[in-house]
């Protein structure tokens, strides 16, 4: 295959990441999947054009150097004399601020000033990031990574259960009858009622319930600062509820054509799943067109029935 040598690499770099992560867990008694999943999220948030790092941390300069510093020398009783956090991971008397170990080792100093628990990292999140969906999407993600013990979690699957009859086409932007000017922000799957719809991606349901315009709907937060929405739904599949970790292809409900009016209302179109697709940069979140990666998981789902 050719991507064989781009697969390998990056199994590599999951790698050297767990293992930067586990030997902080055993510094610090914090488990590694806190540190896995801020990595996850600063990555995310990152202009793609960067080239990737092994940690994708940034710590702003006046905490790593101290406020009121003059200087960017990394010597770590330097920073310390300003009262810097920046601090040394690996042992050789620096506090570089692009050096992985000592990234990592800065972190754990922030987060230990609140303490190991669950409660204590949000606060320490909440201090550090002063964002509710910045401290939500980091604790999901490290749910997901919890529950699956791996970091490297790249699978996807196609909404709508392949053996069902369905259709689609690429109707972003549209304009649509309902609701006044909005425009239409994702793909419309057209399927029978009943048909599975299934998750995309490895996430957390975010969201679950009724609204004017979706229907029952639910929205799942995936690690990579992606919200996935899912709309007009027959029904959810039985237990599924606010907080649960999902991997692809687990069932979350059934097409339907819920939505365009009070609860309960139903049939005013032709059953589909409406599927979209936010991106959340730290700062704000924006729909973007799903149609190219729906295409793309159709054909790994189809490779994967293969
Ligand atoms: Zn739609």
Redesign the pocket.
């Known amino acids: 295959m050719a991507t064989s040598t781009a697969n390998a690499e990056e199994e590599s770099i999951y790698d050297q990441r767990m293992a930067l992560f586990k030997k902080i867990e055993t510094l610090t008694q914090i488990p590694w999947y806190y540190f896995a999943a801020i990595d996850n999220y600063e990555r995310n948030i990152k202009d793609s054009s960067e080239p990737e790092q092994v940690i994708s941390i940034t710590i702003p300069s006046e905490i790593w150097f101290g406020i009121g510093n003059p200087s960017s020398n990394i010597d770590e009783r330097a920073i310390s004399l300003f009262n810097g956090s920046g601090s040394d991971g690996n042992g050789d008397g620096q506090a570089d601020p692009t050096n992985a170990e000592d990234i990592l080792q800065t972190t754990a100093n922030l987060l230990l000033e609140y303490g190991q628990t669950e409660d204590d990292i949000k606060i320490a999140l909440w201090n550090h990031y002063q964002r509710d969906l910045t401290v939500q999407t980091i604790m999901n993600t490290a749910k997901v990574f919890e529950t699956y013990q791996s970091i490297n979690l790249t699978d996807r699957d196609f909404p709508v259960s392949l053996q069902h009859n369905y259709s689609y086409r690429n109707?972003w932007g549209a304009r649509?009858g309902f609701g006044g000017r909005r425009i239409?922000e994702?793909?419309?799957i057209f399927a029978g009622y009943g048909a599975p719809i299934k998750s995309t991606t490895y996430g957390v349901v975010e969201l679950m319930g009724w609204n004017l315009y979706g229907g029952w709907r639910v929205g799942i937060r995936d690690i990579y600062n992606i919200y996935h929405y899912y709309?007009?739904m027959n029904g959810y599949s039985e237990g599924l509820k606010v907080g649960q970790v999902v991997k692809p292809g687990d069932v979350l409900g059934s097409v339907g054509s819920s939505g365009y009016g009070p609860p309960g209302t139903s049939g005013k179109f032709p059953p589909?799943l409406?599927?979209?697709m936010y991106k959340d940069n730290g700062y704000s979140e924006w729909s973007f067109d799903p149609y190219p990666y729906l295409k793309r998981w159709e054909r790994m789902a189809r490779q994967k029935k293969n």
């Open positions: 109707t649509r239409h994702g793909t419309d709309a007009h589909h409406h599927y979209g």
